[in-house]
């Protein structure tokens, strides 16, 4: 979560970077002042997000498993299962398009460039 927000995790655990400011007096005067601030970024709040990269970059691009279980020996490695299900919401969509039409003969110009959405009633 930090990650897509662009922060640090430490920082969504509530780390504040502590800032010290030190003056410089010469004859009552102020001449300098000097501040230091931590890093944003703690050693493990790096750790965490290159070991995030890291990882990412093991995962099929398609089905999101480890790339080494998705693209492993058919004979050797672990067999999947396919199952299914539907989303409702698109199915009805997809059929309200399927039935409109523009003057009652022609399909609906454009149905796939226009926004569709659905809301949940109850029964």
Do not use: H
């Amino acid at each position: 979560m930090a990650e897509r927000q662009g922060v640090p995790p430490s920082r969504l655990d509530g780390r504040e970077p502590a800032e010290v400011t030190e003056y410089e007096y010469r004859r009552g005067r102020l001449v300098r002042s000097v501040t230091t601030r931590e890093p944003l970024y703690t050693e493990q709040d790096r750790a965490e997000l290159i070991a995030l990269v890291i990882y990412r970059e093991g995962l099929c691009p398609k089905c999101g498993r480890p790339l080494d279980v998705c693209t492993s020996d058919e004979a050797t490695g672990p067999q999947f299962a396919v199952d299914q299900s539907m989303c409702r919401a698109t199915r009805a969509i997809e059929e309200t398009v399927n039935s409109l039409t523009d003057d009652g003969k022609k399909p609906l110009r454009n149905a796939n460039a226009r926004l569709w959405g659905t809301t949940i009633r109850e029964r």
